[in-house]
């Protein structure tokens, strides 16, 4: 299963991204689909995690300002950003875990990308 995440871009601080995860392949079922960020010489950390019924689970430093939502049919799942703040630029990458069509499991990252936010 392949992740393609993409969105990512130069923004005046207090301005708005969204960023969009798409996952191809042979998919049975998407458990979860989750956005990390990570900074040079940081650890990759959680900023939001959506589940197949739902729920979600969001970073403390973006809640209130971050929206992740998911489209099952499309297996694309998507980051909204508002309030964006200097200390948000990171480069920003998706994962996803499931079942593929062959009944194995899979945990997939896509690759990064870029998330400025300008002072």
């Known amino acids: 299963v392949q992740l393609q995440a993409s969105g990512g871009g130069l923004v005046q601080t207090g301005g708005s991204l969204r960023l969009s995860c798409v996952a191809s392949g042979s998919i049975f079922s998407i458990d979860f689909m989750a956005w990390y960020r990570q900074a040079p010489g940081n650890p990759r950390d959680l900023v939001a995690k959506?589940?197949?019924?739902?729920?979600?689970n969001y970073a403390a430093s973006v809640k209130g300002r971050f929206t992740v939502s998911r489209d099952n049919a499309k297996n694309t799942a998507y980051l909204q950003m508002n309030s964006l703040k200097p200390e948000d630029t990171e480069v920003y990458s998706c994962?996803?875990?499931?079942?593929?069509?062959?009944?194995?499991?899979?945990?997939?990252w896509g690759q990064g990308t870029q998330v400025t936010v300008s002072s």
């Open positions: 959506i589940f197949n019924n739902g729920s979600t």
């Open positions: 994962n996803a875990a499931g079942i593929t069509g062959r009944g194995t499991l899979f945990d997939s």
